[in-house]
């Protein structure tokens, strides 16, 4: 149980009674608490993190309404997490329909109450669609909540997963703003994670915060955040301000690309209770999946209407621009979609008062009128930036124009390798090893480094659900090469058939995926981990939703072992084996062969075996950062590589399955 006389609230009376209202909000809690998956999407790291983007969602909302311009979030030295804005702050008076208790109470403790609470309500929000601030209450040990509103502060706080430790009441005067003009206004939330709930562990990584942050202050122009960890003596405030907005989200991740040209575009339109705008710009990369969409501050990552409405006008802009000037011949094919988004990065960010998200995790938008909306504003605003930006324009056709000839050249190649396919029979590939199961949740492919390595691992296996497939070397880095080059690639052309499910963002099919684990196994060695990032590259950039469903692993080979009482104990890397010397220290050590010089027993014990082996489980839940680090990685901006490698190297989190 956390101290609360170290974090400024007034003693806690527990011995008060609380009526019919407060037993129904706790009953819903109850229910958060007995099924947290249901509402936070897991009870590992990113649920845990999911606690923190409910509570900042509400002072972004703050923002969105124009109330609040800067955030402050500190990691506390005991755990807990502290949020605090400088909105309006919770309103505090009595709430219309929950009878003795007030409006804050009730954002505090009722699922989805959000910003619900009358003439103070938001007419955009993020968290307001959300599932609350108040499934933060239920799955937290302690919450303690302070509002400044009417030059007044008011303090309440919560334990036990959401029972009234104390009801809202005044405790003295607002603090005046920083230039003493007024007193304060704004609400501060702390809350400590439930162990019991969270058994993965409740420790916050402050590098996950930041990404969002930046990413929500490159939604909210002008929004001030500033993140702080007390755990690090070492650490220093980060602040993250963009006044720019969308266009310095656009800057920032083409920054490890080449340009086509300086400029960014953009453009704005406002409907009848919803507005849009656009930021975009083209590089001279090959890649098509830089459309990145947006609704009230949430990262639709699946798209939705807006993304939607965006591509088809694009499409048609495009080459409606391009037979007018005669850059499109009469007898010429139309460029499809694919070959104009070739190198484009776009940020299409929408705010509606009344979003319709596909799912509780809120990735797909389905607002049809959103679509109209942003259709006739790319359909009037692009083509008027194309008037006033012929030379820009030009290269972006000409673009366009190539990667259409390399599209064409891959449609062939993609004929020719299905029809060899159906010649050689199943098109599988030849040195695929299957697994006998056909049921895809069961079925695990090992994408093994080396044929020797290969020939161990067929004989460990279980045959049963485990498919292996040896690649030769380094496979083709993706993220220098068009599509008609993939198809020149034999490991390339492996991986695919293997898969099953197509390939390219406009065929591939995760349904069809023939195993719902592929897992990358290669030596822990500068080389493994060099074929380890090229496939990732690959199935980002090419089967990005096989890793949105979570179906890409990445194998852990232990590099030492050593005998405890005749026992052999294995050791993932140099930070384990340290670890293991500080209680064992005239331990020795051996370091293990490479993956092609271990035995099948070996390499099942250590690597293999479901019962003991460790994976490390790829995820991409914000695209936008995602492509911005495969740039970064996969590249030709060496500086950016080396500055990222030093900055991430020794931050990896493992996954044991």
């Known amino acids: 149980m956390v101290d609360s006389s170290l974090h400024n609230g007034p003693t806690p009376n527990p011995g008060e009674s609380y009526g019919a ?172 994670p439930d162990p019991t709930i969270f058994k993965e562990g409740t420790e916050f990584r402050v590098q996950t915060l930041l990404e969002r942050f930046q990413m929500m202050a490159f939604l909210n122009a002008g929004l001030e955040f500033h993140t702080r960890d007390t755990r690090d003596a070492d650490f220093t405030e980060v602040v993250h301000r963009y006044d720019g907005g969308i266009r310095d989200f656009v800057r920032h991740l083409n920054a490890s690309k080449e340009a086509l040209f300086e400029q960014v575009g953009y453009f704005a339109e406002e409907g009848d209770a919803e507005w849009v705008e656009v930021a975009f710009a083209w590089n001279t990369g090959y890649q098509i999946d830089g459309v990145h969409s947006f609704a009230n501050g949430i990262n639709t990552i699946e798209g939705g209407m807006h993304e939607q409405g965006f591509r088809s006008a694009l499409t048609r802009t495009v080459n409606a621009y391009a037979r007018d000037k005669g850059l499109l011949k009469e007898k010429e094919e139309n460029l499809q979609g694919e070959d104009i988004r070739e190198g484009l990065t776009a940020i299409i960010a929408v705010r509606i008062s009344e979003p319709q998200f596909e799912g509780q995790t809120k990735s797909k938008l389905g607002n049809v009128s959103v679509r109209s909306l942003v259709e006739k504003a790319t359909n009037e605003k692009l083509r008027e930036w194309f008037e006033e930006n012929p030379r820009e324009a030009k290269a972006i056709l000409t673009k366009a124009t190539q990667a259409a000839k390399a599209r064409i050249a891959a449609t062939q190649a993609r004929q020719t390798i299905r029809r060899k396919s159906a010649l050689d029979g199943g098109g599988l590939p030849g040195k695929l090893a299957d697994c006998q199961s056909r049921d895809p949740a069961e079925s695990e492919l090992y994408i093994v480094e080396g044929n020797s390595a290969g020939g161990s691992a067929k004989e460990a296996r279980n045959p049963r659900t485990m498919a292996i497939l040896p690649i030769r070397g380094k496979i083709l880095n993706v993220e220098r090469a068009r599509i008609d080059r993939m198809f020149k690639n034999t490991e390339i052309i492996s991986l695919i058939q293997a898969i099953g499910a197509g390939f390219g963002e406009e065929e591939f099919d995760v349904a069809k995926a023939r195993y719902h684990k592929v897992v990358l196994l290669a030596d822990a060695d500068v080389d493994g981990s060099h074929i380890r990032t090229l496939l990732l590259t690959f199935f980002f950039r090419q089967m990005r939703p096989l890793v949105e469903a979570g179906y890409i692993y990445i194998a852990q080979p232990p590099l030492y072992s050593t005998v405890v009482n005749k026992a052999k104990i294995y050791l993932k890397d140099d930070p384990a084996r340290d670890a293991y010397v500080v209680d064992h220290p005239n331990a020795e050590f051996q370091r293990l062969k490479g993956l092609g010089e271990m035995d099948a027993k070996e390499l099942w014990e250590t690597t293999m075996n479901p019962e003991t082996r460790t994976l490390l489980q790829v995820t991409a839940e914000h695209a936008a950062i995602a492509d911005e680090v495969f740039s970064v990685l996969m590249g030709d901006d060496v500086e950016s590589r080396k500055q990222f490698i030093q900055t991430n190297a020794s931050d990896v989190r493992f996954l044991d399955i």
Request: aromatic share 6%; with cysteine.
């Open 21 to 192: 209202a407060e037993i129904q909000v706790l009953e819903g809690l109850e229910a958060v608490r007995k099924r947290p998956g249901m509402y936070i999407g897991s009870t590992g790291p990113t649920g845990l993190h999911h606690l923190v983007w409910e509570v900042v969602d509400n002072a972004v909302d703050e923002a969105m309404a124009g109330y609040c311009d800067r955030i402050d979030v500190t990691i506390l030295e005991d755990g807990g997490v502290e949020v605090v804005d400088n909105g309006r702050g919770i309103p505090v008076d009595l709430h219309s329909k929950f009878e003795g208790l007030t409006a804050a109470e009730v954002v505090l403790t009722v699922l989805h109450a959000g910003g619900k609470f009358g003439d103070g309500g938001y007419k955009v929000s993020g968290g307001l669609h959300g599932v609350g601030v108040s499934v933060v209450n239920a799955l937290s040990v302690r919450v303690e909540v302070e509002i400044d509103r009417n030059g007044r502060r008011h303090f309440m706080s919560f334990h036990n997963g959401g029972e009234p430790h104390e009801k809202l009441r005044e405790i003295g005067d607002s603090p005046l703003k920083p230039d003493g003009s007024a007193p304060r206004t704004g609400t501060t939330v702390r809350f400590w």
